[in-house]
C-alpha cells in the first residue's frame, strides 16, 4: 500500500517538492559553507519522494536552532509557502486529503529542517 502511495504522491506534486529541494541543496552546495545545508536539502529531498515509507524524528541542539534562523530567511520560507500551496489544493478533494496532509508535514519540516533525521517506518 505504500508503494501505490508514493507512486501517486510522485504524480500529485511529490516530485515538484523533491525538484525545489534540490534546486535549494544546489543553490546551497555552491559555497563550501554551505555543503552541510545543501546535504540536509538532498535529504530532505529523498523524504518528499516517498514520505510514506519514511518519519522525521526531531533532535537538535544549539547549533541545529541558529541553522534553522539562517535557514527559514534563505530558502525555508519559499519551499514551505510551496509545499502548503500544494496541500491546500489537495485537501479540496476528499482523495486528496491524505495527500495533504502529507504536504503540510513536508510544509512544516520545510521551516526547521535542521536537527530532524528522516527515519524509515
Not at 500500500?1 to 523533491?18: E, K, T
Not at 519522494?49 to 524524528?57: A, R
Given at each position: 500500500?505504500?508503494?501505490?502511495?508514493?507512486?501517486?504522491?510522485?504524480?500529485?506534486?511529490?516530485?515538484?517538492?523533491?525538484?525545489?529541494?534540490w534546486i535549494a541543496g544546489l543553490l546551497w552546495c555552491i559555497t563550501v559553507v554551505g555543503i552541510p545545508v545543501g546535504v540536509q536539502c538532498f535529504k530532505m529531498s529523498s523524504l518528499s519522494?516517498?514520505?510514506?515509507?519514511?518519519?522525521?524524528?526531531?533532535?537538535?541542539?544549539a547549533v541545529s536552532c541558529l541553522l534553522n534562523i539562517l535557514w527559514f530567511f534563505f530558502?525555508?520560507?519559499e519551499l514551505a509557502l510551496g509545499n502548503l500551496v500544494i496541500g491546500v489544493v489537495l485537501c479540496i478533494t476528499i482523495v486528496g486529503i491524505p495527500f495533504g496532509i502529507q504536504f503540510f508535514k513536508i510544509a512544516r519540516l520545510s521551516l526547521s529542517p535542521f536537527g530532524a533525521r528522516v527515519v524509515y517506518k
Open positions: 500500500m505504500r508503494l501505490l502511495g508514493n507512486i501517486v504522491w510522485i504524480i500529485c506534486g511529490g516530485l515538484l517538492s523533491a525538484l525545489g529541494w519522494l516517498n514520505p510514506f515509507d519514511k518519519e522525521v524524528v526531531q533532535e537538535g541542539g530558502g525555508g520560507l
